[in-house]
Each structure stands twice: as C-alpha cells, then as structure tokens.
C-alpha cells in the first residue's frame, strides 16, 4: 500500500502547531499554578477591577486595528527592511495614541462604572500598547516563516516573568488588585526584551508612502470588521459592574481569564494556519486545503471540546477554593463560545488571506446587534449566567451568518457546521443536567 507523501508546507504546518501546543502547555502549567496562588490570595473583587480595565484598553486595540502584522505577513517583500521600518513605526504611532487615550479615559470612566480605583489601574494598564508596540521588527518575519519555536520561546519566557511577578506582588501588596496589574506590565515589557533576544537587535525605521499604501488598501478591511467585533466581545467586560456585583464579575472574569488560556491555543493554530495558506499557490488549492481540514476540525474538536465543556466544572471545584467555586458553571459555559468561535475563526482566515474579510461585517454588526439586545434582560432575568448567554447567542449568530456566507460563495459543506452546532446544543444540555446553577 501505497503512503501518501506529506507535502513540506504541510509537515512546516505540523511542526509549528507542534511547537505553538508545547508552549501554550507550559505556559498554561505556570498560569495554572498562579491561579491555584493568587485566587488563595486575592479576591473575586480583583479579578473584576482587572477584567474591567484591560477590557477598555482590549476594545481601543481592537477598535484602531489596521491589520499591520496580517499585512506584513502576505506582502511579498516582507524580507525588506523598508517594509518591515515602516510596519514598525505605524504600529508604534498607534501604541503611543492608545496609550494617550486610555491615560485620557482614566480621568472619566471610573465615574461612569462608580468605581474610582479604575482610574490609576488604566493609567498603569495603559502603557501596554505602547510597550507592546516596542517589539522587534523582524517578529513578522517569523509568523510568515512559521518559525513558532522561537515565538513560543518569547510567549513562554513573557508568561512566566509575568506570573513570578504577579505571585511576588501578592504577597507584597495583601488582596490587592495591584499585584495583577504589575505582573501584567511586567510580562509585556518581557516580551519586548525577549523578542530583540531571538530577532536581530536592529531598528530598521523607515517611512514609504507606497508601503503605507499597501498595508492601508488591506488595513483598511481589518478595521471596520475588528472595530465591530471589539465592541461585540468586549461588551460584557465595559458594562459588567452595571448589571451585576463585583463579586458575580469577578467570578465571571476568572472563566473568562481561563477560557481565554485555551482560546490562546486554538487561535495560535489559526496563526499556523493562515500561514500554511501564505504558502499555498492557486485559489484551488487554498480552496481545497480549506474544505479538507475544515471538516477534520469539526469531526476531532468539535466532541473533544463538548467533554471540555462537561469537564470544566470539575476542575475549578477541585483545584480552587471554595469561594471561587461559581465560577465553575461559568467555565463550561465559556467553551460553548469558544466551540463556534474555534470554527468561526477558522472561516475566517481563509477570507483573511484572500483580503475579503469585508464579507463578515455584517456578521459582527448582527452579533454586536444581537449581544447589545439581549444583554440587560438576559442579566437581569438570569443574573451572571445570562451575561454568559448572551455571549454564546450572538457567537452562534455570528458563525452562523458567516457560514451561510460561505456555503454560497464558497460551496461550503454544511457538515462542519451541523457537527459544531449539534455539540454545543448537546453539551449545554448535558452541563444543565449535571450541575447546578451557580
């Protein structure tokens, strides 16, 4: 019998998904134990002023979002330093305007939320884009390489230096938000070190208007659809203390903080992925490379995650304390979102790659629509549980507009999306049954 040959982009493919589950493992080992430390240590209050400032400061990324890494990736003279200057110094003029306007929101959002400690946690948590921004110029040259042993060498070094500050923190300032805030701070100025570390020590700062002109015509897609879909997910982090205390929202960031440990992992496939599609030459092929593992993604992940979502539970009622233990439920409501965002994602690096993400627009005003309707009712008929659905609601809105996109443009097999939607449906069925309402 005859063995099918693995083609290198495919084996390059496997290696670097191989490379990025190691390093999110180790960095969920060391994440891991700074929750079982600092939720003995701090309370849910924390957690819930934490969630709330990194939540502004997620939306202002998310809103000014002009896709300069994705541009970057598929322009074909990537290995030129005037492109890779000019990347460098956009993305750090948009660090330092975030950094402006989140210092300048610290003044008037914690009136808005009633809740004056806000004010000097955004003015710290603000610094993040601007640091962030600092990175090498050459970290691009590795997504586009697939060269995710060096990446992950950067995130890991970057999780670890931020937990072992987190945890020392704690014990210096006693049930104290702060000791998250400058753990946080001091994992992003981590990663900026450790990434001249791995890449050339070199500033290649340029300014071409025609290169500018380049990333923008593609910038300019990313935008409006990341500026929707940063007030779609970040909805529920902005108005969070309006609908409920801070304890159920502390309790609610902490699945959150969990859930996005793995939605870390399964996003960093979708980096490898779009990369393998970089890669690819012809439409067709890309077309047929997306159909294949589209219905292998659902067929494998799709029941692996449904256990995750009965499993969830368990984990925080054996590993946390006992005031912790609502969030339980909470957890295993998050991989119902994270099971049609997985599948979502994927859909969407293909129209990524094609420069068509345009086309879901219109999905993340319907989802944005969707969540900003059903949030206060939801909140206040189920508490933090409806706070959660509305969530998962305007997630399955989402993926599926976008699925209908695809299966008329696209002749999409519906299979993948019968399969998602059957273990979400099944899952949260099952979660009802086994365990009881926080």
């Given at each position: 019998?005859?063995?099918?040959?693995?083609?290198?982009?495919?084996?390059?493919?496997?290696?670097?998904?191989?490379?990025?589950?190691?390093?999110?493992?180790?960095?969920?080992?060391?994440?891991?134990?700074?929750?079982?430390?600092?939720?003995?240590?701090?309370?849910?209050?924390?957690?819930?002023?934490?969630?709330?400032?990194?939540?502004?400061?997620?939306?202002?990324?998310?809103?000014?979002?002009?896709?300069?890494?994705?541009?970057?990736?598929?322009?074909?003279?990537?290995?030129?330093?005037?492109?890779l200057g000019t990347g460098w110094v956009l993305g750090v003029g948009r660090g330092l305007l975030l950094t402006l306007?989140?210092?300048?929101?610290?003044?008037?959002?914690?009136?808005?939320?009633?809740?004056?400690?806000?004010?000097?946690?955004?003015?710290?948590?603000?610094?993040?884009?601007?640091?962030?921004?600092?990175?090498?110029?050459?970290?691009?040259?590795?997504?586009?390489?697939?060269?995710?042993?060096?990446?992950?060498?950067?995130?890991?070094?970057?999780?670890?230096?931020?937990?072992?500050?987190?945890?020392?923190?704690?014990?210096?300032?006693?049930?104290?938000?702060?000791?998250?805030?400058?753990?946080?701070?001091?994992?992003?100025?981590?990663?900026?070190?450790?990434?001249?570390?791995?890449?050339?020590?070199?500033?290649?700062?340029?300014?071409?208007?025609?290169?500018?002109?380049?990333?923008?015509?593609?910038?300019?897609?990313?935008?409006?659809?990341?500026?929707?879909?940063?007030?779609?997910?970040?909805?529920?982090?902005?108005?969070?203390?309006?609908?409920?205390?801070?304890?159920?929202?502390?309790?609610?960031?902490?699945?959150?903080?969990?859930?996005?440990?793995?939605?870390?992992?399964?996003?960093?496939?979708?980096?490898?992925?779009?990369?393998?599609?970089?890669?690819?030459?012809?439409?067709?092929?890309?077309?047929?490379?997306?159909?294949?593992?589209?219905?292998?993604?659902?067929?494998?992940?799709?029941?692996?995650?449904?256990?995750?979502?009965?499993?969830?539970?368990?984990?925080?009622?054996?590993?946390?304390?006992?005031?912790?233990?609502?969030?339980?439920?909470?957890?295993?409501?998050?991989?119902?979102?994270?099971?049609?965002?997985?599948?979502?994602?994927?859909?969407?690096?293909?129209?990524?790659?094609?420069?068509?993400?345009?086309?879901?627009?219109?999905?993340?005003?319907?989802?944005?629509?969707?969540?900003?309707?059903?949030?206060?009712?939801?909140?206040?008929?189920?508490?933090?549980?409806?706070?959660?659905?509305?969530?998962?609601?305007?997630?399955?809105?989402?993926?599926?507009?976008?699925?209908?996109?695809?299966?008329?443009?696209?002749?999409?097999?519906?299979?993948?999306?019968?399969?998602?939607?059957?273990?979400?449906?099944?899952?949260?069925?099952?979660?009802?049954?086994?365990?009881?309402?926080?």
């Amino acid at each position: 019998m005859r063995i099918p040959k693995i083609s290198s982009l495919h084996l390059a493919g496997i290696q670097s998904i191989g490379w990025s589950t190691l390093a999110h493992f180790l960095s969920f080992g060391i994440r891991a134990v700074s929750i079982l430390i600092l939720t003995h240590l701090l309370p849910p209050q924390a957690y819930a002023l934490f969630g709330v400032a990194i939540g502004v400061v997620t939306i202002l990324e998310l809103i000014s979002d002009v896709g300069i890494r994705p541009a970057l990736i598929r322009h074909p003279e990537l290995d030129q330093e005037e492109v890779l200057g000019t990347g460098w110094v956009l993305g750090v003029g948009r660090g330092l305007l975030l950094t402006l306007i989140v210092w300048s929101l610290s003044f008037v959002y914690p009136s808005f939320q009633g809740s004056p400690e806000l004010g000097p946690i955004l003015l710290v948590i603000g610094l993040k884009p601007l640091i962030h921004s600092l990175q090498s110029a050459y970290v691009p040259i590795l997504y586009r390489e697939m060269k995710y042993r060096q990446i992950s060498t950067i995130e890991v070094g970057q999780t670890f230096i931020a937990t072992c500050g987190s945890i020392s923190f704690a014990y210096y300032w006693e049930a104290s938000v702060w000791a998250i805030v400058c753990g946080y701070s001091l994992g992003e100025v981590a990663y900026v070190v450790l990434s001249y570390l791995v890449c050339p020590w070199k500033f290649p700062i340029a300014w071409n208007r025609k290169i500018i002109a380049e990333l923008k015509s593609f910038g300019n897609q990313v935008f409006w659809n990341t500026a929707v879909m940063s007030l779609w997910l970040n909805i529920d982090r902005l108005l969070g203390l309006k609908l409920v205390s801070e304890i159920e929202l502390g309790l609610y960031m902490l699945a959150s903080n969990l859930g996005e440990f793995i939605d870390k992992l399964l996003m960093r496939t979708m980096d490898v992925y779009y990369s393998m599609l970089s890669q690819t030459d012809g439409e067709e092929n890309r077309l047929a490379l997306h159909h294949s593992l589209a219905q292998k993604l659902a067929k494998v992940m799709m029941p692996i995650m449904m256990v995750g979502m009965l499993l969830a539970p368990l984990t925080i009622w054996f590993f946390l304390d006992k005031k912790w233990h609502d969030a339980g439920f909470l957890f295993g409501l998050v991989f119902a979102k994270l099971m049609l965002r997985l599948m979502s994602q994927f859909y969407f690096q293909l129209l990524l790659n094609r420069a068509e993400i345009h086309l879901v627009t219109s999905c993340y005003v319907a989802a944005f629509l969707v969540q900003a309707t059903l949030l206060y009712p939801l909140t206040k008929g189920l508490g933090v549980i409806g706070l959660s659905y509305s969530m998962i609601i305007s997630t399955f809105v989402f993926y599926s507009l976008e699925s209908l996109i695809f299966r008329i443009r696209f002749s999409e097999k519906i299979f993948a999306y019968l399969m998602t939607l059957a273990c979400v449906i099944l899952g949260l069925i099952l979660l009802h049954l086994l365990y009881p309402l926080p």
